[in-house]
């Protein structure tokens, strides 16, 4: 009979304050990265695979709500309760440029450029290959939103100039990602439940997706096919093209982060209020795994682009990457926690992040 498998983390320190937001890269040249904010107002950035601390970024005097990387994983771009977003230079720590803001800003996001340059590819050959020499220039806008209930997009070629701002949000804004190839914003609010979609050229919201409590989190899927949504203890997929509800399943707590795995899309993961990080099967809605290990509500999951590990980043200010496909049996995991010591300066050295 095989021994039941369990899920061993990479368990990744650094933040003082709890961690509330996670980012994957695309898979570059180089590999892919993670970048997590935090309360302790210091983003950082590692290894996506790994989980090895690779640089922090400091200039922020408030907590960082939100952060996320541009498609090559050169720049990064920060959303922090000092009411400003900054753009990074993410191989040097630099800070490029910072964006004043007038309230506390909640959410960034770069606009998703890999689907511009598909397109180019298809319609205009040449130009497409000149882009592609010139790739970390093709991320053209930055997109930002928070208390002041305005959603503003700042041209990345042209920092000074004024944003384009749309000031029509019913609620502030909590999160916010592209979609349809920079053609359409989502965004969901604070205090009221939905996802707003928003049409870039007249800036205004064409359909909402209606909650019933407000959407603490909003992830389209690799494809393009889904857009996964965690609102009060329900977990939500909807067609990423027509909106229509597609599933939607009632989870064991309230739930403040869910991701759909970028490759099958067979399974997703959730996590919230009770400590545990979950993963379901994305047809039927049946629990698969349960992973505990954090100290504090889990307030942000994501799987990283190839599918094999995801991470969950937790109020106990950690952030734990697990395997999809869990590799360690209890005996294994049994030996391992035998080994957890106090070294000399009595902090503890936890052998299974090594495991």
């Known amino acids: 009979m095989d021994k039941k498998k369990v899920a061993v983390p990479l368990v990744c320190h650094g933040h003082s304050r709890p961690v509330v937001d996670l980012f994957y890269s695309p898979i570059t040249p180089d590999g892919f990265f993670l970048i997590s904010a935090s309360k302790d107002s210091h983003p950082m950035l590692r290894n996506g695979e790994t989980g090895d601390w690779i640089g922090t970024f400091e200039g922020h005097k408030g907590a960082v709500w939100s952060s996320c990387l541009d498609n090559n994983a050169l720049r990064a771009a920060s959303a922090s309760a000092d009411f400003s977003a900054k753009l990074w230079d993410a191989l040097t720590g630099d800070v490029l440029h910072s964006f004043e803001h007038k309230h506390i800003v909640r959410a960034c996001a770069f606009s998703e450029v890999r689907f511009m340059l598909s397109t180019l590819y298809f319609c205009h050959l040449v130009y497409a290959v000149s882009s592609f020499l010139n790739i970390h220039k093709d991320t053209k806008l930055l997109i930002t939103g928070g208390f002041e209930k305005i959603l503003r997009v700042f041209d990345l070629n042209r920092l000074d100039a004024p944003p384009t701002e749309v000031d029509k949000s019913p609620g502030s804004i909590r999160t916010l990602t592209w979609l349809h190839s920079d053609q359409t914003i989502l965004t969901s609010c604070t205090d009221i439940g939905g996802v707003r979609l928003w049409d870039v050229r007249s800036g205004k919201i064409v359909q909402t997706l209606e909650t019933k409590s407000p959407v603490t989190s909003a992830e389209v899927s690799q494809d393009g096919r889904y857009i996964t949504t965690a609102d009060g203890s329900s977990v939500k997929f909807w067609d ?5 509800l597609v599933k939607s ?52 999951v994501r799987f990283s682009p190839t599918g094999e590990s995801y991470a969950s980043g937790s109020e106990d200010g950690t952030i734990r990457i697990w395997q999809t496909t869990p590799n360690h049996s ?17 902090k503890t050295a936890d052998k299974l992040s090594d495991a």
């Open 330 to 346: 209890v005996d294994e995991v049994a030996k391992k926690i035998e080994g957890f010591h106090i070294n000399k300066e009595g």
């Open 240 to 244: 990423a093209n027509h909106f229509g």
């Open 249 to 300: 399943y009632d989870m064991p707590c309230n739930i403040e982060s869910a991701s759909l795995e970028p490759k099958s899309g067979e399974k997703f993961v959730a996590g919230g209020e009770d400590m545990w990080v979950r993963m379901f099967d994305f047809y039927t809605g049946e629990e698969i795994g349960c992973n505990k290990g954090h100290h504090g509500p889990v307030h942000c």
